[in-house]
């Protein structure tokens, strides 16, 4: 089983910031099948990146993946308002088809 | 518009089972592999379960594997996941999900999802 250990858990950061977000993976996956999440209380996960860098239909520029092997990174370039939630990475290359734990951006 | 309705939720006791469905509308369904992924309450996701396009193969998470069995009905548009043997830990948000390719993939859609607590 590939395990995706994300960081750092919680993220405070203020609009207009840069913010980085790591996952790591326990052995080596295709960045064909490295996703990235989003999700915002009381809704459903939005696909932000596939392929490890490529925007979802619709993501602003401001959100770029990079990576490939066992580190990925998700950056957000600004922070906007709307951009305050939690953010998973996920691997779909192998069953089990696991996520990250998750982290959270708040506002500081 | 992809459009992804989940529905079959609700309280059931320990032991007992539940049928999941996901009615899929806005794309080809039989193209695509599809996903059930769960979340319990304040807690991060989990995947369930996958199944081909054609329903061929299914994987499952070892949490469930042996007492969910997932399914599909391409006439009907319709995902499902029949839970046998429930436990308080089965607790979540259930969400279906559309796969990028015809085996798999990334998780592209994803419907509302439905409540399931388990509870005496």
């Known amino acids: 089983e590939i395990v995706l250990t994300q960081s750092p858990g919680t993220l405070s950061l203020s609009p207009g910031e840069r913010a980085a977000l790591s996952c790591r993976a326990s052995?080596?996956?295709?960045?064909?099948?490295l996703a990235w999440y989003q999700q915002k209380p009381g809704q459903a996960p939005r696909l932000l990146i596939y392929?490890?860098?490529s925007r979802a239909t619709g993501i602003p520029d401001r959100f770029s993946g990079s990576g490939s092997g066992t580190d990925f990174t998700l950056t957000i370039s600004r922070l906007e308002p709307e951009d305050f939630a939690v953010y998973y990475c996920?691997?779909?290359?192998?069953?089990?088809?696991?996520f990250g734990p998750g982290t959270k951006v708040d506002i500081k | 518009q992809v459009q992804l309705v989940e529905s079959g939720g609700g309280v059931v006791q320990p032991g007992r089972s539940l049928r999941l469905s996901c009615v899929a509308s806005?794309?080809?369904?039989?193209?695509?592999?599809m996903y059930w992924v769960r979340q319990a309450p304040g807690k991060g996701l989990e995947w369930v379960a996958v199944?081909?396009?054609?329903?061929?193969?299914?994987h499952y998470a070892d949490s469930v594997k042996g007492r969910f069995t997932i399914s599909r009905d391409n006439s009907k548009n319709t995902l499902y996941l029949q839970m046998n043997s429930l436990r308080a830990e089965d607790t979540a948000v259930y969400y279906c999900?559309?796969?990028?390719?015809?085996?798999?993939?990334?998780?592209?859609?994803w419907g509302q999802g439905t409540l399931v607590t388990v509870s005496s």
């Open positions: 999900a559309r796969g990028q390719f015809s085996v798999a993939g990334t998780l592209l859609d």
């Open positions: 806005g794309f080809t369904f039989s193209d695509y592999g």
């Open positions: 199944i081909w396009y054609d329903g061929s193969n299914k």
């Open positions: 052995q080596s996956v295709s960045s064909n099948y």
């Open positions: 392929g490890a860098s």
């Open positions: 996920q691997q779909s290359g192998s069953s089990p088809f696991t």
